[in-house]
């Protein structure tokens, strides 16, 4: 069904003297007709392989055999009839998915139409999947006004419109809920068993693992393990409290590569070599360090980060608010008049790590474009730092989001045709006087980002660009960071990086971060906990750790959600 072979994607950057290797070397074999999943760290490659599949990207050197054609070998255009009739791609990125101003109904259409068919057996198509999918409901919407669940369930659609062989979902669920979540993938596996659609899904959500057949690991641009149901990891519900055994699978690809992972060479202290002692009367093979015979680190390695214990300050009862919402109420008209927030009252304080948590399309995302400023059609008052946002006072808000205020939305904030240095320095040109509070060097190491600093932003992974945008956004200051999912298709390590910088940032700065999340294992003890419901503020609480582990108990429970 989908067999790669030795596959190599290499980025020539002459303005770097030299290139950027994605994959280097990279198996691959899919049976037909199976639901498997694509795992490993932010930039490893997995992005890069699925576009090669699909043959949106040709690879450097390699093969590439899917459904019993050299995909490598084609022709742009036999490529596009290739793609439109065989293979769905459903983006991590709602709007890559869309066209923003068309209805639900009109883009699905599109690729029916892209096949030659009539306006009415286009019509009878769209209106049986939208059955199917059940969102019949969301048919005359406009695209640009869905939901990130919605956006995604119809993304959905649109990549099944054609009855493709083969689905390939690149993060398909990295912004939702757990209730949207789990409708994704109950629709996968029912695509996947009814229709024997072979899906192949990019992820690194634990609720993946239990439903797909096998999980390949890559790493570094190579195939480094293949876990199916008897051997994938456990994932540990307290990332601070060391494990007494691990048990690690490696793959051994067509090269006789083997993949050592980070957690062994940095347990053993490895640098350029590693020695193997056979005891055949045992029949095991032991690794040890040459150099140092002796060696086992017992220092905390680097894929797991300790999150500092965040411990908000006294506040006095005198102190004035970073952020005053009063009555805020904001309507959609798409059809027709859709109430989203209702006489929303919310007081944020210096010096609070806030998460605002609740169900797909409650209006989270809403609140932030609202008091940030970029939607000002809104009922009601938002004040930040004692200034109102009006729809006429242009110039004063484009003040606040310059000096005082940070929005990081689900896209990227970074000028893509611009390295990222060049990035920090524009953003920075006008702010020399002010002094950050953490260094921008030691921003790019500790967040793996300093080997591609000069790169153009639009070559970067979905993963490096969302720490990319976070470490922008440190390095500017500001007084409030306004954040919507800030851990969202990272990998577990970065996820708890990002945690961290927010809350050394929130105590030693006594700047304010609001961040809107599905990522309940991200909230931690002591941070105040924001949940929309019925389209106002309906829980407002400081979260215990025994609330945190709740969170984390719902969070991996294999139970169905309820409404």
């Known amino acids: 069904m989908i067999n790669l072979e030795a596959i190599t994607k290499i980025y020539p950057k002459p303005e770097l003297g030299r290139s950027i290797v994605a994959l280097g070397g990279c198996d691959l074999d899919i049976k037909s007709g199976s639901f498997v999943s ?11 392989l699925m576009r090669i599949i699909s043959g949106l990207e040709q690879p450097t050197s390699g093969k590439v055999n899917v459904l019993s054609h050299d995909v490598d070998l084609m022709s742009k255009k036999e490529l596009y009839d290739f793609r439109l009739q065989n293979i769905g791609f459903l983006n991590q990125i709602p709007h890559y998915n869309l066209f923003p101003e068309l209805t639900v109904e009109r883009n ?13 057996e286009s019509k009878k198509q769209v209106d049986e999947i939208l059955e199917q999918m059940e969102i019949k409901h969301l048919a005359l919407r406009k695209a640009k006004l869905l939901s990130m669940g919605e956006s995604m369930r119809v993304s959905l659609a649109i990549s099944l419109t054609n009855s493709p062989s083969i689905l390939l979902a690149d993060e398909p669920t990295g912004q939702l809920d757990k209730k949207n979540t789990k409708i994704i993938l109950d629709l ?41 149901q008897e051997n994938f990891p456990e994932e540990s519900e307290d990332k601070d409290k060391p494990v007494a055994s691990e048990t690690f699978v490696s793959h051994i690809d067509s090269y006789s590569y083997l993949f050592l992972p980070n957690q062994i060479k940095e347990l053993l202290s490895l640098n350029k070599k590693v020695k193997f002692i056979v005891n055949h009367e045992s029949k095991k093979i032991y690794l040890e360090n040459p150099e140092s015979p002796e060696s086992f680190a017992g220092k905390e390695i680097s894929q797991h980060v300790k999150i500092p214990q965040y411990q908000p300050r006294k506040r006095d009862k005198k102190e004035t608010s970073i952020l005053e919402c009063t009555d805020l109420t904001k309507f959609y008209y798409s059809p027709r008049k859709e109430l989203i927030l209702q006489n ?55 003040k606040l989001r310059s000096h005082s205020v940070y929005y ?50 639009e070559n970067y992974s979905q993963g490096e660009k969302k720490r990319a945008t976070m470490l922008l956004g440190l390095v500017l200051s500001p007084r409030i960071m306004l954040i919507d999912e800030p851990t ?76």
């Open 488 to 563: 969202a298709n990272l990998d577990e390590l970065n996820k708890r990086k990002i945690i961290s910088l927010f809350v050394e940032y929130v105590m030693g700065t006594n700047a304010s971060v609001l961040a809107v999340t599905h990522d309940l294992l991200s909230v931690i003890p002591n941070s105040r906990i924001l949940e929309i419901e019925d389209n106002k503020i309906g829980k407002d609480m400081i979260a215990t750790t025994e609330f945190c582990n709740k969170l984390k108990e719902q969070y991996l429970s294999k139970k169905d959600v309820k409404d």
């Open 38 to 48: 694509i795992i490993g760290p932010s930039g490893a490659g997995k992005s890069t």
């Open 344 to 398: 929303l009252n919310l007081q944020i304080y210096p010096g609070e790590l806030v998460f605002l948590i609740g169900p797909s399309g409650t209006g989270k995302t809403t609140l932030l474009n609202l008091v940030s400023g970029i939607d000002r059609d809104f009922i009601g008052s938002i004040r930040i730092l004692g200034e109102e946002i009006l729809s006429s006072n242009f110039t004063a808000i484009d």
């Open 108 to 120: 699905l259409m599109v690729p029916t139409r892209l096949l030659g068919k009539s306006l009415e």
């Open 188 to 228: 996968l596996k029912k695509i996947n068993q009814e229709e024997k659609t072979t899906i192949v899904v990019v992820s690194h959500d634990p609720n993946y693992f239990s439903v797909v057949s096998e999980s390949f690991l890559i790493f570094n641009g190579r195939l480094g393990a293949i876990y199916t």
């Open 408 to 457: 990081s939305s689900q896209y990227i904030n970074l000028y893509p045709s611009m390295t990222l240095i060049e990035n920090i320095n524009y953003f920075t040109v006008n702010k020399k006087s002010k002094q950050s509070f953490y260094d921008t060097n030691h921003l790019l190491q500790y967040l793996s980002l300093d080997d591609i600093k000069n790169q153009l932003v």
